[in-house]
T-cell receptor, first 118, second 111 residues
Framework: GAVVSQHPSRVICKSGTSVKIECRSL??????MFWYRQFPKQSLMLMAT?????????EQGVEKDKFLINHASLTLSTLTVTSAHPEDSSFYIC??????????????FGEGSRLTVL | LAKTTQPISMDSYEGQEVNITCSHN???????ITWYQQFPSQGPRFIIQ???TKVTNEVASLFIPADRKSSTLSLPRVSLSDTAVYYC????????????FGQGTELSVKP
C-alpha cells in the first residue's frame, strides 16, 4: 500500500524554539495532506488541511501563526510549531490522499511525530 | 461536524469474534463509513470502508444497516496483536479525505 513517512519521529526542544515536522508521501503524489494532533489517551484532532501550492485551511481554534504549514510539492508537507511551549507537547500525525483526494475515507497516515517541549 | 460515538472500551479473549458498533446519526447521504486501527505511538491504519450493507476483506467485516446511522466492525478470531484503539471517523464527502475522529474504542484482547 501507499506509504507516508514523517520525520522526525521524536523531538525534544526548549520552550520558545521552533520545530519543523516533515510529512512525505513516498510512492504517490499527495495533492492534499492533513495534520492532526493527539494528546495522551485522547482521539486525533484535525488541525489543518494542507493543499499543494496554496494556503492551508485551519480548523476552528487552531492558531495559524503558531502552526505554520507549507505544502510546496506534491510529496512534502511541513508543519512548523513556532515558539513552542510545554502545552504544545503532543503527538502530531499527518495523512495524505492521492491526486484528486478521496471521498471514500481510505487515507494513509504517517508514523507520527512526538514533540516534547521542556 | 458531529462526531461519531463508540463504546470507550471492550475486553475480549483470544479466538473470539469481536463486534464494535459505531453510531453516526448525522451521516450525510454521500459519506462513506470507514474504520481505522491505532496502536500506541503510531499513526492510524485503515481497516475497511463501506457505504451500505456488508463489506468483507481479509481482516474484518463491516455491517451497515439500511438507515446507515450505525455500523459494526467485526473482527473474527482476535489475537493479542489486535489489542488497539479502533476508530470510525466521519469522512465528509468532497473534502479530499478529511477525517473527523470521535473517541474511539480501546479493545483489549486477553490470553
Amino acid at each position: 500500500g501507499a506509504v507516508v513517512s514523517q520525520h522526525p519521529s521524536r523531538v525534544i526542544c526548549k520552550s520558545g524554539t521552533s520545530v519543523k515536522i516533515e510529512c512525505r508521501s513516498l510512492d504517490f503524489q499527495a495533492t492534499t495532506m492533513f495534520w492532526y494532533r493527539q494528546f495522551p489517551k485522547q482521539s486525533l484532532m484535525l488541525m489543518a488541511t494542507s493543499n499543494e501550492g496554496s494556503k492551508a485551511t485551519y480548523e476552528q481554534g487552531v492558531e495559524k501563526d503558531k502552526f505554520l504549514i507549507n505544502h510546496a510539492s506534491l510529496t512534502l508537507s511541513t508543519l512548523t510549531v513556532t515558539s513552542a511551549h510545554p502545552e504544545d507537547s503532543s503527538f502530531y500525525i499527518c495523512s495524505a490522499s492521492g491526486s484528486g483526494g478521496t471521498n471514500t475515507g481510505e487515507l494513509f497516515f504517517g508514523e507520527g511525530s512526538r514533540l516534547t517541549v521542556l | 461536524l458531529a462526531k461519531t460515538t463508540q463504546p470507550i472500551s471492550m475486553d475480549s479473549y483470544e479466538g473470539q469474534e469481536v463486534n464494535i458498533t459505531c453510531s453516526h446519526n448525522n451521516i450525510a447521504t454521500n459519506d462513506y463509513i470507514t474504520w481505522y486501527q491505532q496502536f500506541p505511538s503510531q499513526g492510524p491504519r485503515f481497516i475497511i470502508q463501506g457505504y451500505k450493507t456488508k463489506v468483507t476483506n481479509e481482516v474484518a467485516s463491516l455491517f451497515i444497516p439500511a438507515d446507515r446511522k450505525s455500523s459494526t466492525l467485526s473482527l473474527p478470531r482476535v489475537s493479542l496483536s489486535d489489542t488497539a484503539v479502533y476508530y470510525c471517523p466521519r469522512c465528509p464527502y468532497n473534502q479530499g479525505g478529511k477525517l473527523i475522529f470521535g473517541q474511539g474504542t480501546e479493545l483489549s484482547v486477553k490470553p
